[in-house]
């Protein structure tokens, strides 16, 4: 019942939830494409005239998970916020508060899995053509 109300939600609050989505797979496959950059040695020896591009690719890498971080807390409870009503009419009815908190962590998973699967695919892509772009550059 608890999946049902979960995917109910999301059904329900598709398009709110497509921004959450949409945010979080461009969030991990900017991420992956950035640290394919980073760990490729032969990229870096090749264009890199100063040794300090890894410490550089670091540094960007934990400013960036640091700023998706940000964004999924805030989106989260952005979303948190607009469902209270619905919550709430939930609690009335006579759900318990540990059921709600596991139908929040049920619809934020799934969100999340689903951009991060998604976000691995568009880096696949993305990555086979800025490489080839940065190769023919």
């Known amino acids: 019942m608890l999946t049902k109300l979960a ?57 960036l998970a640091i700023i998706t971080l940000v964004y999924i807390v805030y989106a989260n409870s952005f979303l948190l916020s607009m469902r209270q009503r619905d919550y709430a009419m939930f609690m009335m009815l006579g759900a318990k508060g540990r059921k709600i908190a596991q139908l929040i962590f049920l619809e934020t998973v799934a969100i999340g899995l689903l951009a991060t699967v998604a976000g691995i695919l568009v880096w696949m892509v993305g990555t086979t053509f800025v490489g080839q772009w940065l190769i023919n550059t």
Not at 14 to 33: C, E, K, P
Not at 47 to 55: K, L
């Open 7 to 63: 995917l109910g939600g999301l059904k329900n609050r598709f398009r709110d939830y497509a921004v959450l989505f949409s945010g979080l797979v461009i969030a991990s496959a900017v991420f992956y494409m950035f640290m394919s950059l980073a760990t490729n040695t032969s990229f870096l020896k090749k264009n890199s005239p100063i040794g300090f591009t890894p410490f550089i690719f670091g540094f960007g890498a934990v400013l």
